[in-house]
């Protein structure tokens, strides 16, 4: 298996544009994960899906922030309109599984700077 | 709440010095904590978990739940230990769980 992979690796983009990250899981995983890294916060947790629904978007720092699972095999992250603060790489990560046991895998992740 | 707390955000340490990465977590029931490892221009990738009791790259990590401690250790560090440490704690309630991160401790192995 490739992994879980990522889309675009790099992204820059001018503030107010629309700005969508695409994550491809591991096949046969049932939870997604979208994280963001920066420095002044660390890894955050945006979103996570559990079999295409999202469970817990409390992470999503506002609306204009979306994200949609629409199959198992497939899902983005959205920023309308995008702004310089959410220069960051976002993280993808997938796993399988409802207890304890579960290993995230994650995306190489999308380098996004907006300016 | 949930919280794991890494004190140091860039931590230095010469060739062949022990090595302690620090982590503090907060919560009320049983935790399941992992250290996560990101070399430069790398995914991000699991190191340990401590369920497992293993030793990674020479690295270990003890769960002490009165100190409510998870520090990852090494005893001679090396340079390509050089990474960003992310400590983890996974929690699960009412069917759902969740991973949650500290802000991550740089470590800078000097030669």
């Known amino acids: 298996d490739a992994g879980v992979i990522q889309s675009p690796r790099h992204e820059v983009t001018e503030m107010g544009q629309e700005v969508t990250l695409r994550c491809k899981p591991i096949s046969g995983h049932n939870s997604l994960f979208w994280y963001r890294q920066t420095m002044m916060r660390g890894l955050e947790l945006l979103i996570y899906?559990?079999?295409?629904?999202?469970?817990?978007d409390s992470g999503m720092p506002e609306d204009r922030f979306s994200a949609k699972m629409p199959n198992a095999s497939f899902s983005t992250l959205k920023i309308q309109p995008s702004e310089p603060r959410d220069s960051a790489v976002y993280f993808c990560a997938s796993s399988f599984g409802t207890g304890l046991e579960e290993k995230l895998f994650f995306g190489s992740g999308t380098q996004l700077s907006v300016l | 709440a949930q919280r794991v707390t890494q004190p140091e955000k860039l931590l230095s340490v010469f060739k062949g010095a022990p090595v302690e990465l620090k982590c503090n977590y907060s919560y009320s029931g049983s935790p399941e904590l992992f250290w996560y490892v990101q070399y430069s221009r790398q995914r991000l990738q699991l190191l340990l978990r401590?369920?497992s009791r293993e030793s990674i790259k020479g690295f270990t990590a003890d769960l002490n739940k009165g100190e409510t401690s998870f520090h990852l250790k090494k005893p001679f560090a090396q340079e390509e230990d050089s990474a960003m440490y992310y400590c983890?704690?996974?929690?699960?309630?009412?069917?759902?769980?969740?991973?949650?991160f500290g802000k991550g401790t740089k470590l800078s192995v000097i030669p």
């Open positions: 401590h369920i």
């Open positions: 899906f559990n079999n295409n629904v999202p469970i817990d």
């Open positions: 983890a704690l996974l929690y699960s309630g009412a069917g759902s769980y969740q991973l949650t």
